[in-house]
């Protein structure tokens, strides 16, 4: 595969709800995420150990899946934008380092589910650092979670039963819900009343 001369512009993220640029989806925003019960902690950190064994390559995974599925993501990654061949994304350090990141971000959450306030703590920085440094639309980080989802249960088949799923999809609601306070608390525009 030969590199372009210019790259392309970037494209415009996946439309949710008639959600545009620069705006978070709000108006269905809870006050509050619902927090998990005791049970459904327990079962995220047992299904999370054997998913956090293969961090590197399960996250690689998930960043390959999401940048094949959703293009428009690789605006914000100078360093591997250019990469369309699955193979060669796999072999970039760059796309690895990321990888690792992002499994290391959800594990922080994992590992910290007993104290919500140390999650929050984790979760407002991810979201802040997404909103100003890297002008990151935030609903790609719901689309991240449902890949992510997806390969955890293709991946790991025999701990991701349909009462697992349900659990981590409320857990990964719950991620979304803490990001998006973030980039609301640095005046992220909000959705506007007309937006359908």
């Known amino acids: 595969m030969s590199r372009r001369e210019s790259p392309p512009p970037p494209s415009p993220p996946p ?22 019960s005791d049970t459904e ?39 591997f934008q250019h990469l369309e061949d699955p193979e060669e994304m796999a072999r970039s350090s760059q796309l690895r380092q990321h ?23 984790v979760l407002a920085l991810v979201g802040k650092a997404h909103a100003i440094k890297h002008k990151v639309e935030p609903v790609y980080f719901k ?3 449902s890949v992510m989802l997806e390969v955890f249960s293709e991946d790991f088949p ?3 039963t349909a009462e697992v799923q349900m659990v981590w999809t409320k857990l990964m609601g719950a991620v979304y819900w803490h990001v998006t306070g973030a980039y609301t608390e640095v005046g992220w525009l909000q959705v506007s009343s007309s937006a359908v």
Request: charged share 25%.
């Open 15 to 36: 439309q949710l709800l008639g959600v545009q640029r620069g705006e978070v989806e709000c108006e269905d925003r809870p006050e509050r995420a619902e927090p998990l």
């Open 158 to 160: 025999e701990f991701f």
């Open 99 to 121: 990888a690792c990141r992002v499994m290391n971000a959800i594990n922080s959450v994992v590992e910290n589910l007993h104290d919500p306030e140390k999650v929050s703590s």
């Open 41 to 79: 902690r327990e079962i995220v950190q047992d299904t999370w150990g054997h998913v956090y064994k293969n961090c590197e390559d399960v996250g690689v995974s998930v960043l390959i899946r999401f940048f094949v599925n959703f293009p428009s993501a690789k605006q914000y990654f100078s360093q």
């Open 143 to 145: 689309i991240l979670s």
